[in-house]
């Protein structure tokens, strides 16, 4: 199975800072890497797929990128609607498998 | 709109067994891979199946064996048949859609989750 290891798994920030959240896949996943933003109580929201396309309606603030089997999800300009929970997940292969979240709260 | 609700969850002793239903609307729900993604209390996000057009099945382990899932295409539902419940089953269960007919198996739609709580 393709372990998925996010990190940090939780980070303090203001608004309008730049933060970086990694995942590192167990092997090469090539781009078949999504991200997901998670409110509590609320289902998961894809952000980006194939590591870097953004959904529509995302807002471009949001940003992804790959080097190898490391994938990072940049949010420039925190937003206050942004502090929320922020999963990766690996569709290369089954298992599907997830990174194990990072939580984004305000400073 | 696409949509996805789910149904079925509830409190069930360790043993027994539960039924989750998924029904869509707002797309042709027949070609599209379809999937269940469940997350305990407090914990991250497990994808537990899948379902593709073509009928074929996926599990993660802990699942095998104890858990089915299946579609009925002229009801534009999803099931997942779930048995000899453990303590860690409970969870909230989503049902997700495949994003893309092609491709990878990611998600663009979830439904709202329904809780299932496996306890005596």
């Known amino acids: 199975d393709i372990q998925m290891t996010q990190s940090p798994s939780s980070l303090s920030a203001s608004i309008g800072d730049r933060i970086i959240i990694t995942c590192r896949a167990s092997q090469n996943i090539d781009s078949y890497l999504a991200w997901y933003q998670q409110k509590p109580d609320k289902a998961p929201k894809p952000l980006i797929s194939a590591a870097s396309t953004l959904q529509s309606g995302v807002p471009v603030r949001f940003s992804g990128s790959r080097s190898g089997t490391d994938f990072t999800l940049t949010i420039t300009s925190l937003q206050p609607e942004d502090f929320a929970t922020y999963y990766c997940?690996?569709?290369?292969?089954?298992?599907?498998?997830f990174g194990g979240g990072t939580k984004v709260d305000i400073k | 709109d696409v949509q996805l609700l789910e149904s079925g969850g509830g409190l069930v002793q360790p043993g027994g067994s539960l039924r989750l239903s998924c029904t869509a609307s707002?797309?042709?729900?027949?070609?599209?891979?379809m999937n269940w993604v469940r997350q305990a209390p407090g914990k991250g996000l497990e994808w537990v199946s899948t379902?593709?057009?073509?009928?074929?099945?996926h599990y993660v382990d802990s699942v095998k064996g104890r858990f089915t899932v299946s579609r009925d295409n002229s009801k534009n539902t999803l099931y997942l048949q779930m048995s000899t419940l453990r303590a860690e089953d409970t969870a909230v269960y989503y049902c997700?859609?495949?994003?893309?007919?092609?491709?990878?198996?990611?998600?663009?739609?979830w439904g709202q989750g329904t809780l299932v709580i496996v306890s005596s």
């Open positions: 707002g797309f042709s729900f027949d070609l599209y891979d």
């Open positions: 997700a859609k495949k994003a893309v007919t092609g491709g990878g198996n990611w998600f663009d739609t």
């Open positions: 997940q690996q569709y290369k292969s089954y298992p599907v498998t």
């Open positions: 379902v593709t057009g073509g009928f074929g099945t």
